[in-house]
């Protein structure tokens, strides 16, 4: 490994780890809930919003079977902090104002009894993800972001509606697997990491494989990277402290854009 990549390696590593420090339960939960924040204004800035659909969670550092969710009809774009609901995996809101949405609970609440690993998860309606959905098929390697993905993502190929039913919830969830991300057919993008900035980015970034994909094979046909190659490129850019480190600056960006968010 040359030097610079040994480089970025061991930023993103001192990133994490500087990170996951904290000095009581409470800043911790500040920390996970503030990221959470800024996700929401993120999604709304890059346009992933569609009407009240739409969903990021994060496991509560104190309560595992807990959840901070958006509240459902609040517009990403304008949601703050102080209107996050704290949710228990039986649906019960236990602080906060607010509508739950089904949906999310469904999909979030199976997502975090089902894998403790996952601190975060996310899901949009964005409108590359949800085209690139319908043709019920994985990306491929055919650029060095896209090899974030390589076999560490799946295919939910079973639309039955919304996803309000728990047994559906459970479905979604063994077809993620222990993979970081899933295409729901006919429907759009799930992520989910070990932080919100890790979950947050895989969306971001998998929305973008998904429409530079869309626009590859529009123009003819990709030319595949090799699977030892899009497989090293992996460990580069497809772990969590990549993910980490990536978001940090777009949280950099929209928190002194829109620092209200955090009232």
Not at 90 to 102: M, S, T
Not at 109 to 127: E, K, L, N, Q
Not at 183 to 206: C, E, K, P
Request: with cysteine; net charge negative.
């Amino acid at each position: 490994m040359s030097n610079t990549v040994n480089s970025i390696v061991m930023t993103q590593q001192g990133y994490d780890q500087q990170a996951t420090k904290f000095e009581s339960v409470e800043a911790e939960r500040l920390h996970r809930k503030q990221r959470l924040t800024a996700a929401f204004r993120l999604f709304g800035k890059l346009g992933f919003d569609e009407g009240a659909a739409g969903h990021i969670t994060v496991r509560d550092p104190e309560y595992p079977d807990r959840f901070w969710v958006n509240p459902f009809g609040v517009s990403f774009k304008q949601i703050k902090m102080s209107q996050l609901l704290l949710v228990d995996h039986h649906g019960e809101i236990i602080e906060g104002d607010g509508l739950l949405n089904g949906a999310a609970f469904t999909i979030h609440g199976s997502i975090h009894a089902a894998r403790p690993d996952v601190i975060a998860a996310a899901h949009a309606h964005s409108i590359y993800g949800k085209s690139w959905s319908t043709l019920g098929k994985k990306l491929d390697p055919i650029t060095q972001d896209s090899c974030a993905f390589y076999e560490d993502h799946t295919l939910f190929d079973d639309f039955t509606g919304v996803v309000l039913d728990m047994n559906e919830g459970k479905r979604i969830v063994s077809a993620l697997g222990q993979n970081k991300a899933c295409i729901l057919q006919n429907h759009g993008l799930l992520t989910v990491a070990g932080s919100v900035d890790a979950a947050a980015w895989w969306f971001i970034t998998m929305e973008r494989n998904c429409q530079a994909q869309l626009l590859a094979e529009a123009a003819g046909t990709p030319k595949l990277i090799r699977p030892d190659i899009a497989r090293l490129t992996y460990q580069t850019v497809g772990k969590e402290e990549s993910g980490k480190f990536a978001f940090q600056s777009l949280y950099d960006v929209i928190v002194k854009e829109q620092p209200d968010m955090f009232e």
